[in-house]
């Protein structure tokens, strides 16, 4: 049976950083892509970030260019999602999120999710 489980979150200063941390077991995920998506209160779940399969190649949501970087253990079942200069539009619930996809930005192509991890950006 395939886990999930987020890590890292709590509460910051605007300016901050956090460091997210996602473990995945119940199988080998070395081929399966990993990405973090994220939901405020009332706004839909969005794409943070994402690591192929291949563990190399990343994707990044315009919002976070260049503030977080996704990285992955050798293993491959643990990704990790570096946050800084957080802001409070950053605040929300960060999901992690485990496939075997090449569509890395679309939540739906994912079977498989954690519970979340709250992240919360004062001003």
């Known amino acids: 049976q395939v886990h999930v489980a987020e890590s890292g979150g709590g509460l910051v200063q605007a300016g901050g950083s956090l460091r997210l941390s996602c473990a995945a077991s119940?199988?080998?995920?070395?081929?399966?892509?990993m990405g973090w998506f994220r939901q405020a209160p009332g706004k839909e779940r969005e794409f943070v970030a994402a690591?192929?399969?291949?563990?190399?190649?990343?994707d990044y949501a315009d919002s976070v260019k260049g503030r977080f970087t996704i990285s992955r253990d050798n293993a491959g079942n643990t990704v990790y999602l570096q946050t800084n200069s957080l802001k409070p539009e950053d605040t929300a619930v960060y999901y992690c999120?485990?496939?075997?996809?090449?569509?890395?930005?679309?939540?739906?192509?994912?079977?498989?999710w954690g519970r979340g991890t709250q992240v919360t950006v004062s001003s």
């Open positions: 690591v192929r399969g291949n563990g190399i190649t990343t």
């Open positions: 119940g199988r080998t995920f070395s081929n399966y892509a």
């Open positions: 999120a485990v496939g075997r996809t090449i569509f890395i930005r679309v939540a739906s192509s994912y079977p498989y």
